[in-house]
């Protein structure tokens, strides 16, 4: 009786293909930085959205795939390192009208438990920026890539509540205040136990 | 004044888009201007997005002007020795290649300085380029040459359409002016 064995082959696939199975399901979690991979961020400005990017970051990340709950997720940004293919733009953004970097050096992300969104997961925790702490919210997928964790992922943020953009930078007109974040990491296995 | 060229002068459509981007150029180079002595800020952010959503708009009524040139050719010029026929194609045919060029070229620049152009704010230009220093820089060089082409050419033909006017009286720049019918 070869059909049954075929019905019962097939539907094996199709649940594995539901559930996104035949990935390997990562785990631990890991460490990287920019070497390892490219956080980038678009705005708008007078009606076109450009992109720009972040030369320097840290990100520490604790997972557990049975476990999301339990995660964590770090990450630092040195904001001096914001690189937008014009040295004249990047000089402003620095300046105390934007990232204020000479004051405030880093923006930092930290959230903790992961909810499973789709096939992948949301991560709400609180980003610090310009030494503004408000609520945001990372959405990241994992796949595993030999010894290599790809975690890649986006965040849609507001500047302003941040005070990012002050003065004639405030008004919304030439300047948006969306901001989309774009991570796309391949995080190395974290030593053992190194977690704080 | 009919639409299309009749044989003494060019019809409305024509004329309308001749002084609409003489109009507009001016504006045009005018705010380039403004926008290149000002120091990197809102202001100067401002003036670009202006100059190139005003660059797009010429851009269109090129495409446009081009292709009503194509389907609707132009009245006779009147007598006038071959030289002054050949200066007045060439220098035609420049403006043309200009009213593409400059646009492009500014276009392509935006791209490379990553600042992308938009059309008043409403709709976003796709980037042919990615940003690159040197190739902004180069293009850079190119529309600012073009510019000042296009501003030589400009006064020649101004003079040379006020030549015929007024020193030959060969009625030439009635054929580009809405009043009196010869």
């Known amino acids: ?196 | 004044m009919p639409a299309r060229n009749t044989a003494v002068r060019y019809g409305f459509v024509a004329q309308g888009l001749h002084w609409l981007i003489v109009v507009l150029l001016m504006v045009q180079v005018t705010l380039g201007k403004i926008a290149d002595e000002l120091p990197l800020g809102l202001e100067r952010l401002v003036m670009m997005a202006r100059h190139k959503s005003v660059g797009i708009t010429i851009l269109g009524l090129a495409v446009i002007r081009l292709g009503w040139r194509l389907f609707n050719r132009p009245p006779p010029p009147p007598p006038m020795p071959a030289w002054q026929l050949t200066a007045a194609r060439l220098t035609h045919g420049a403006f043309y290649v200009l009213l593409f060029a400059l646009p492009v070229t500014g276009w392509l620049m935006s791209s490379a300085a990553n600042y992308p152009a938009s059309w008043f704010g409403l709709v976003q230009l796709p980037d042919f380029v990615a940003p690159d220093e040197g190739l902004e820089h180069l293009l850079e060089e190119i529309h600012e040459t073009l510019v000042k082409v296009l501003i030589v050419l400009a006064i020649v033909h101004v003079l040379a359409a006020l030549k015929h006017q007024f020193i030959d009286r060969d009625g030439l720049l009635l054929r580009m002016l809405p009043w009196r019918t010869r």
Not at chain 1, 119 to 136: D, K, M, Q, Y
Not at chain 1, 187 to 196: F, G, M
Request: a positive charge; proline letters at 7%; aromatic letters at 10%.
């Open chain 1, 1 to 196: 009786m070869a059909y049954p064995l075929i019905a019962r082959i097939l539907l094996a696939g199709l649940a594995c293909a539901a559930a996104g199975a035949p990935r390997a399901p990562p785990a631990g979690g890991g460490e990287g930085d920019q070497r390892v991979g490219s956080l980038r961020f678009t705005a708008i400005q007078a009606g076109a959205k450009f992109t720009g990017a972040f030369r320097r970051f840290e990100v520490r990340f604790e997972f557990d795939v049975k476990n999301p709950g339990q995660g964590r997720l770090h990450v630092i940004v040195p904001t001096a390192s914001v690189d937008t293919a014009d040295p004249e733009r990047d000089q402003i953004i620095r300046s105390a009208d934007f990232f204020w970097t000479e004051k405030y050096a880093d923006a930092v992300f930290h959230a903790e438990g992961f909810e499973p969104d789709g096939r992948g997961f949301l991560a709400r925790g609180e980003l610090t920026l310009r030494g503004i702490t408000r609520p945001a919210t990372a959405r990241f997928e994992l796949k595993q890539s030999g010894k290599r964790l790809a975690m890649k992922g986006t965040a849609q943020l507001r500047r302003l509540p941040f005070g990012i953009g002050q003065g004639e930078w405030e008004s919304t007109e030439w300047i948006g205040d969306e901001v989309g974040v774009l991570f796309d990491l391949k995080l190395r296995p974290a030593p053992a136990a190194a977690s704080p």
